[in-house]
């Protein structure tokens, strides 16, 4: 994409933000203690770090790597999400290793360095999860507070359903009831339709059997084809900044301190034999001055799914073996540290299209690009109000399946989906730049119940040194022939009568993608990922004998200590990760919350 998009990025990046109560540096922090302090400000260290502040009695300091993201133009206007990562300023440019089930490519794996953390830089799409998924979470933990019916209350906490930006009449894409009104973050439906939304809806009617419409797949029931909402309040990007922080920014109990990397805890002491872990080391960059920092009563680890599992390694907690050939001395030995990684593959399949009207041509057209923006920057309306895609939908593999018989369903139960499918009005392949010319429009099949497993692993005792970080995708029959299946099912969908006319035919590979064998190339050789790796500091019961932290989120064999992110869910969701890593955040801080008093 787009160059027109990084003169954007370039230009405002330089308008300097008018900041509250924030100190751009550890050096500037005049106070070093405090009750608790939030590592990372993502999507749930700013629930943490905004739901304890609410009280005023406690302190809180929200420690973040990246940079303030206030009065960049770009991490505002929606549709520009995709040009947000990788490699920009606002990423930490995490490669991948070799993947062997890829075909040994890499792939880079963005992740948000930024105040908010990957929910400043991602695609925004939101909903909840399964019910299997918290309910299996709540089984497998021992701790029925995580099952679906207890996680509804955080729902309400959380979502705050808005009009979408076109304020077009939304009956009949939603379920009023599934949604809440009353939380922090704003969702809507989209405000920029486009010609594929009514072809899909179609298809829903005429191939029911298979791709059934789902009439709200936020609320729980997944499966089927829905309409996708989003982080989005009138026509601009809601991250946990703007509606956790943000509000949160004047209270005098709540530091932030931005362009401060943890570079390691430090044992403060022993608590009923266990090693307290209440000090964290702070710096800028590498070689820059390092600062002390104190927590009274807890330390909370919001680093992300990459950030949380190479702290607690730096730390000396992990796996000895992988801790000694780091040069990292071992305090507590946790193999599970950095394991159980699991993920959502996904692969851009693109058609061209009788459609002189894909939003292609905003990418290449500068004077489209200058009409659409000015129009969003004046009325907050318009193309660039959009996401990827307004269409989503969750399915499963037939019963008969013969994979089956040889891997048992790794679904989170009978009503939680196998694979995704996303329809959007335009090339969108993460790994293959949009042609110059042509239009397009693409369905991006994903692996939702994957039976890989991968890992996060540091090489160095230096916490700016790059990790060994292996998904692992596409090692397992079940996960291949899933893919398969999936682009198979794309194809399916797309010969509905509903696209007669519309679709002229398959673009770039797939055009030469046709038996069951040239697919599982195809799909080696272009897939990716949709950014949602979760499980590298698993929960698990209290006396399991794997797991990184109990069902309260403490960290096991510590004192101290708590995770609360994305790397704490055993198995990734049903759902796009924010919306789920948001509810485990708010149920976090009042865990937290409860310790208190
Ligand atoms: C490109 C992209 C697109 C995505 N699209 C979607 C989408 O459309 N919908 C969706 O639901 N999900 C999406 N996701 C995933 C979703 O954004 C993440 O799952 C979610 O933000 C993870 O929340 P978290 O709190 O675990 O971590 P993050 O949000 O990643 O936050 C971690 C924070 O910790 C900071 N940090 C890390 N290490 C340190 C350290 N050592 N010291 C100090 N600070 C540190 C980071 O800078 C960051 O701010 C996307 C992700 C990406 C990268
Ligand atoms: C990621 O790459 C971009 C572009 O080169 C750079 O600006 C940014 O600082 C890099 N991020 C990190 C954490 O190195
Ligand atoms: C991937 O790399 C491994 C190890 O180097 C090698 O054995 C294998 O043949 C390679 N696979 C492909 C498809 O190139
Ligand atoms: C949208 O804008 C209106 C008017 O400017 C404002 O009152 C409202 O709070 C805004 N809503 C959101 C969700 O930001
Ligand atoms: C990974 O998770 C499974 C349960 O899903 C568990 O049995 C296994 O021990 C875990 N592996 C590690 C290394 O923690
Ligand atoms: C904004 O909306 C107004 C009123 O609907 C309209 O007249 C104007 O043309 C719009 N501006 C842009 C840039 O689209
Ligand atoms: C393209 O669409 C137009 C109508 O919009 C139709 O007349 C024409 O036949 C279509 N072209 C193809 C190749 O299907």
Not at 22 to 32: C, G, Q, S, V
Not at 363 to 374: E, I, Q, T, V
Request: proline share 6%; net charge neutral.
């Amino acid at each position: 994409m787009i160059t027109s998009t990084l003169q954007w990025v370039v230009a405002s990046a330089l308008v300097l933000p008018a900041l509250g109560k924030i100190y751009n540096n550890p050096t500037e922090l005049t106070k070093t203690t405090y009750d608790y302090i939030v590592v990372g400000a993502g999507a749930a260290g700013a629930v943490v770090a905004a739901r304890l502040s609410e009280d005023k009695k406690i302190s809180v300091l929200l420690v973040e790597a990246g940079i303030s993201d206030q009065g960049i133009v770009p991490l505002t206007v929606p549709f520009l999400g995709p040009s947000l990562s990788p490699g920009t300023p606002f990423d930490w440019n995490f490669t991948t290793t070799n993947q062997a089930g890829y075909l040994n490519r890499t792939i880079p794996y963005p992740r948000g360095k930024i105040l908010g953390g990957s929910t400043s830089i991602n695609f925004m799409a939101y909903m909840h999860g399964s019910i299997g998924d918290f309910d299996r979470y709540a089984s497998v933990t021992g701790d029925s507070g995580w099952n679906w019916n207890n996680m509804q209350k955080y729902i309400k906490k959380n979502e705050k359903l808005v009009p979408p930006a076109d304020h077009h009449d939304t009956t009949g894409e939603l379920i009023p009831s599934l949604h809440s009104t009353t939380g922090a973050l704003s969702v809507s439906l989209s405000g920029s339709p486009s010609p594929l939304d009514a072809r899909v809806i179609a298809t829903t009617k005429e191939l029911s059997n298979e791709f059934p419409f789902n009439p709200d797949g936020v609320g729980g029931n997944v499966l089927g084809i829905g309409y996708n909402f989003a982080t989005i309040g009138n026509g601009t990007r809601c991250s946990s900044v703007t509606g956790y922080l943000t509000p949160a920014f004047g209270r005098s109990n709540l530091d932030i301190v931005l362009n401060a990397q943890a570079t390691k805890l430090l044992v403060t002491g022993k608590v009923k034999g266990l090693p307290s872990f209440k000090s964290v080391l702070v710096t800028e960059k590498e070689g820059a001055p390092v600062r002390t920092l104190t927590a009274k009563n807890e330390m909370v680890l919001s680093a992300g799914v990459f950030g949380t599992a190479m702290l607690l390694q730096h730390s000396g907690i992990g796996d000895r073996d992988e801790l000694r050939a780091a040069g990292v001395a071992t305090v507590v030995h946790n193999p599970s540290v950095g394991k159980n990684m699991s993920d959502h593959a996904l692969l851009a399949n693109m058609w061209s299209v009788n459609n002189s009207n894909s939003f292609d041509a905003i990418f290449r057209n500068p004077n489209l690009f200058n009409a659409d923006m000015n129009q969003w920057a004046t009325n907050k309306t318009g193309p660039m109000t959009g996401t990827v895609a307004n269409n989503i939908g969750w399915f499963r593999l037939p019963k008969t399946a013969s994979i089956f018989k040889k891997t048992p369903d790794p679904a989170a139960g009978p009503k939680s989906s196998h694979y995704e499918m996303i329809f959007s009005n335009l090339w969108v392949d993460p790994i293959i730049p949009a042609p110059a010319t042509g239009n397009f429009m693409s369905i991006t099949t994903a692996l939702i119940s994957p039976t890989s497993r991968g890992s996060i692993k540091i090489m160095s005792s230096n916490a700016f040194a790059k990790p060994l970080l292996n998904p692992n995708f596409m090692t397992t029959d079940f996960d291949i022939f899933t893919m398969v299946e999936a682009v198979k099912a794309a194809k399916r969908f797309l010969a509905a009568k509903a696209w007669k006319g519309y679709v002229l035919g398959p673009a770039g590979d797939l055009k030469t993608a046709n038996t069951d064998d040239e697919i599982a190339t195809y799909v080696r050789g272009h897939a990716a990922t949709v950014w949602h790796a979760a499980g590298t500091a698993m929960m698990s019961a209290k006396n399991a004998n794997y797991g990184v932290v109990d069902p309260d989120l403490k960290v096991k064999g510590v004192d101290g200590l708590r995770i609360v992110d994305g790397s704490i869910l055993p198995f990734v969701p049903n759902a796009h990760t924010q919306g789920p890593i948001y509810l485990i955040a708010e149920r976090g801080a009042d865990l937290i919350k409860q310790d208190c008093h």
